[in-house]
């Protein structure tokens, strides 16, 4: 409305001077005298130029009004360059002079064409950068490969030139990006067209990255992917990760350094977790997974390594690795070296894929275990018969204590959310230990009775959960039928 006012003037102006040239002969018809012609004459002059020029005029705020300020502003989200409206505006003016020109003085236009082309031809080479620019940001606006908020990543042949960020204005002459350091970079819309653009938002926000690790070739590649597996599988409670599609561990090249495992994850890029991030949680849990299982990152291999080489990976089962595990239990923290000893040789390997029960609840039991690899999930039986996961055990962690130590039966069901290894320690193996060492009972005493307790508060708050929501039920149930019966 605001904008319409704004027509008014030009439009009066342009009606004014078509009355004064339909009406010019009346009006003039009246004057008299030896230089009535010469009056005529001028004021003949004056309403045509008036006209042409009054028309221009309008013809600017119109463009203005119904084109620059809405169409084009639309089209680009932003403010339409005011080099390029007054450029435009000044075409009009010079089209109008060339009116005035050719219908008002009658004088040929040949001459005057010639010149505009030229002067048309010089503007635009100078200002080629600037158009280019402004029809690219047209497009972008358009076609949108891209938003405000967006993550993108623009591709030169030369990854020297990759650059990626935020997307945080578009405009009529340039892209701006923002990275998780805070820099800046202004990309002017002309170069977008020499980029290959990766949008990391657009369609989903799901997004698969990866990274590498060297394991010795002496490794057996299931115990490697188990390992790395867990590993991975460990960091998803993090923000920015996605427990679906799940990590997957592909080996993607062997050499000197020894097999090359990828792992690969899908993460909410930067607005999640910024990649970089990400990688780092990754790489430190497989780390962690590998040192407590005795294995290092690949190296390259050099003769005076090679002797090592086959201890320094361990047997899977090796004595050396068993201790080494036994040692890592805090459980076992207050028994001296000859105690390890004694049940090192005892204890029993078991392998269990992914899925598989450990332990089911209700079953007789009389051992216990340590996790040596792998990741394993506890769950109890709510009150309406479901399962419902309490807890989950790293390596170096011990489960089946409570059934061993209390003669009841399995107080849980224990699966392999990863594929895992653990040793079984029967109770003729430790009976005569824990008689010897009450410290050690009292220390898992206390630990179960932390179990127990943690066990009971997830069930009765999924009970007091399951209460709320049959309240909640029941209470909208009645509002409709109270309104049916109304
Ligand atoms: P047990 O009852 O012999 O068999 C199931 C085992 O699950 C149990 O011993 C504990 O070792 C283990 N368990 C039960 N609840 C938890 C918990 N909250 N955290 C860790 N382990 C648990």
Redesign the pocket.
Known sequence: MKNLTKLVPPLLAFLAFILLSIYYTALTGGISGGQAETVRMVAYYAVQIGFWITGAHLLNVLLKIFFWDTIVTRAISGKVPRLLIHFVSLVVYLMAIMAIVGYVFHKPLTGLWATSGVMALVLGFALRNMILDLFTGLAVNIERPYQIGDWIQLNMENPASQIYGEVIDINWRATRLKNEEEKVFIVSNSLLNNYVITNYTYPDKKIRFETQIHIDHSVPITRAKRIIKAAAKKVLKEKGFFTEPEPSIVISEINEFGIQYTTRYWIYPWKGVVPANARDQINSSILEYLAFSGLKPGFPKGEYRLARLTKDHHEHDSIEHRKEILRKVSLFDPLEEHELDEIVNKIQMKSYSEGEHV?Q?GEE?ES?FILSEGILE?S?NTENGSMHK??E?DPGE???????LTG?P???T?TAFTSAVVYEIKKEHVEDLFRRKPSLLENISFIIAE?RA??QMKLENISSQRQQSIDNFANNLLKKIRTFFA
């Open positions: 332990i609840k039991g216990m506890v109890v309490v807890a055990i011990f489960f089946g204590e409570m059934s061993l009841e399995r107080s849980a224990v179990r943690e066990n």
